[in-house]
């Protein structure tokens, strides 16, 4: 095996340098679907900076676990597709049985750079850090598509919302973990959002959360086999459960509360014209009682979950 071996040098008020050689066992987690074009150059450069590379074949109809065994990666090959974080999840199983003590995740399809591996663990290796993600809007030459750059910011936003912890890039597949948190991420999130619940999972933990500044490459032979835009709705719906199940003062709350203005609103139209036409606005009035109703429900609501989560904050 080729144990990377990291020097880490720290430098008194003398200047008198110190040099402990630090070693761990690093082992790379690459989900898979019909990589081939990718996965052999994806193996071979990764394995370069790691003790062992798995690669976990969601289902693939081509040749990527064969290459990706002939380049020298472990494979677990899965019946069907399943989707990223349940790839994801197989092959934590998997580094936890190998007793690692870092897993890296990088996706298959040759976008990110292995050659940052170094990069990314080192705040690990430096214990600053539980969970290091690669931030791709921490690097200003990085080319990224102007609907991507919305979409992700739009999940990200969300993220913030569902979580402790302030991404730049909640949905990078670019990142780092100790085994501390290995062995404490152990539930299965669904489909694509394996990133987010990660982040809103382990900070909400208390877990050290950290971001480096990567590249990425988006001219890769498949890029997305998932429809972006399915992705990303898939992605957003999780995260809106997440928030309301976390904050339901601002999932319900806000809602609410503009639910209850738009009804003033529409009474006091309502008041207006029967005082200047004399006449009763009988579907205005319905409406505007319908959301007022409505929003108060909502507020309602919002403060009774708000208070369940607070009990439930308090008890644990």
Same mark, same amino acid.
């Not at 050659?115 to 290796?125: D, V």
């Not at 290995?182 to 299965?188: A, D, G, Q, R």
């Not at 835009?229 to 003062?249: H, K, T």
């Given at each position: 095996m080729n144990k990377i071996i990291i020097e880490v040098i720290s430098t008194d008020k003398d200047n008198h340098p110190e040099s402990p050689v630090l070693t761990k066992k690093i082992i790379a987690i690459i989900p898979a679907y019909n990589e081939e074009l990718a996965i052999g150059s994806t193996v071979l450069r990764t394995k370069q900076f790691v003790d062992k590379v798995i690669i976990v074949d969601d289902g693939s109809h081509d040749m990527t676990s064969v290459i990706a065994e002939h380049a020298g990666a472990e494979v677990i090959r899965l019946s069907k597709n399943h989707g990223k974080a349940y790839a994801v999840m197989r092959g934590f199983d998997r580094a936890r049985q190998l007793n690692t003590d870092i897993v890296v995740m990088l996706d298959g399809d040759g976008q990110h750079h292995p050659?940052?591996?170094? /990069?990314?663990?080192?705040?690990?290796?430096m214990d600053d850090a539980d969970l290091v993600i690669g931030s791709r809007y921490l690097v200003t030459d990085n080319k990224i598509p102007t609907y991507r750059r919305v979409g992700q910011k739009t999940l990200d936003t969300l993220t913030k919302f569902a979580s402790?912890? $302030?991404? /730049?890039?909640?949905?990078?597949?670019?990142?780092?973990?100790?085994? $501390? @948190?290995?062995?404490?991420?152990?539930?299965?999130?669904?489909?694509?959002?394996i990133e987010s619940v990660m982040i809103s999972y382990l900070s909400d933990k208390g877990f050290r959360i950290v971001e480096v500044?990567?590249?990425?490459?988006?001219?890769?032979?498949?890029?997305?086999?998932?429809?972006?835009?399915?992705?990303?709705? @898939?992605?957003?719906?999780?995260?809106?459960?997440?928030?309301?199940?976390?904050?339901?003062?601002?999932?319900?709350?806000?809602?609410?509360l503009i639910l209850v203005l738009f009804g003033c609103f529409m009474g006091l139209w309502a008041i207006s014209d029967y005082t200047t036409n004399k006449i009763f606005p009988y579907s205005v009035t319905a409406v505007g009682g319908i959301t007022l109703l409505l929003g108060l429900l909502f507020l309602n609501t919002a403060l009774i979950l708000n208070s369940i989560v607070q009990v439930v904050k308090f008890r644990k």
């Open positions: 050659e940052e591996i170094p /990069t990314l663990i080192a705040p690990i290796l402790s912890y $302030k991404p /730049t890039d909640s949905q990078s597949g670019f990142r780092a973990l100790n085994v $501390k @948190a290995l062995n404490s991420f152990t539930i299965e999130p669904s489909g694509y959002d500044p990567i590249n990425v490459d988006y001219e890769v032979p498949h890029k997305h086999k998932k429809n972006f835009f399915y992705q990303g709705m @898939a992605i957003f719906s999780n995260l809106v459960g997440i928030i309301g199940y976390r904050r339901p003062l601002i999932s319900f709350g806000i809602p609410g």
